[in-house]
Structure formats: structure tokens, C-alpha cells
């Protein structure tokens, strides 16, 4: 004879799955938990390539470059508009240690100014027009809203205002990117931005 307990034979018997919403032996199930969806934060990216560190660190030596040049620049034309202003050819003590705390302290803001005003504009700088590499929303794909803009290039380089500890501070949060999946810096993480390939 059959043990009371025990039909092979019963639905809900063996830990097999239950009906409607009922529990079987094993306890209750689990849904599986859902993907985010593509484009979604923390989601796969369903867009174009995203930039590799290699193309990313050119494109910021170039920019180096152009904001260098263009901060000797100003302080060359600042100081002929002194010479013209004054008539003295001589720079005093005061003046030169102004110029050279402006040197030194103000590199994180002129690369500020720099990063924000091309992202905002063309969601590029020029480094990364010539190397085919662009910044765009992580949700969607789309431009950058002046938030983004703003604390995208305010996390990478107002640090540098600080030398050498804020050159490193910048240089580890970029190579975060390097133990991403989808090639993020701690700056795109913030501002919720992605860096894609425009051209092959």
C-alpha cells in the first residue's frame, strides 16, 4: 500500500513547480532577476565602439598641447598690453610672483574652461576631433546636457589646479576606465557620460 504522504504521481510532489503562485517542497521561488536594458545605466551598451585608453590619452596630450600654447599665448599678449598700458619694460617682484602663481595654479582652470566649453558646444575637444573620439549621454547615446558638461570637466581638471597631487589624483581616476566594461573613467561615472569611436 501507498504511504499517505508520498504520490509520485501529485503535482506538488517531487519539488515540482506549484500552481498559480503556490510553494512547492523546495520553498518558495525566486524570480531570475531581470537585465537592465541597453543604454539603461549599468546596462549593456548598445552603440557604437566606446574609446579605448590608448586613443583617450593621445587625444589629451593633444589638448595639452593646444592649452599650453594657448596659455603662453595670453600671457604673451597680457604682457605687451602692460608694456603698452605702462610704458615700463621692467616687471617688478609683485607682478612676477602674480604670473607665476597664475602659471602654476591656474592650469586645472584654463583646462576647466577648455574641456567645458567644447563638450557643452560639440560634446568634443579638439584633441578628440582629430583622433574620432566623442562624449556622449550614457543613457541614450545623446549630447550632453550642461550639467554633464560642467561636472565632467570640473572632476578631471580642476584637481590639476594642485601640482603634482592633483596631476596624479586625475591620472588614477582616468585609468579606472581600465576595470570597466564599457571603458569608463571616474569622471564619466560621475557625470553619467561615455566616450565612443566616431570613425574606425
Known sequence: MSSPHWNPHHPHQGGQPPYAGGWSHGGPRIPAPVPPAPGAPGGPWSGPPTAGFGV??????????LAF???AAFFFVMA??????????ETTDAEGELWAYLFVFGWGV?????????????????????????????????????????G?????????SL??????????????MLGDTRGRALH???AGTLVIRTRP
Open 56 to 65: 583617450r590619452l593621445l587625444a589629451r596630450l593633444i589638448d595639452y598641447v
Open 69 to 71: 600654447v594657448t596659455a
Open 80 to 89: 605687451v598690453v602692460t608694456v603698452l598700458l605702462t610704458g615700463n619694460t
Open 110 to 150: 584654463l583646462l576647466f574652461f577648455y574641456d567645458w566649453l567644447y563638450l557643452v558646444t560639440w560634446g568634443r575637444t579638439l584633441g578628440k576631433m582629430m583622433v574620432g573620439i566623442k562624449v556622449v549621454s550614457a543613457s541614450g547615446g545623446g549630447g550632453l546636457s550642461q550639467g554633464q558638461a560642467v
Open 152 to 160: 565632467r570637466s570640473a572632476f578631471f581638471c580642476l584637481p590639476q
Open 163 to 176: 601640482p603634482c597631487v592633483g596631476h596624479l589624483f586625475s591620472t588614477a581616476e582616468s585609468m579606472a
Open 188 to 190: 564619466d561615472r560621475v
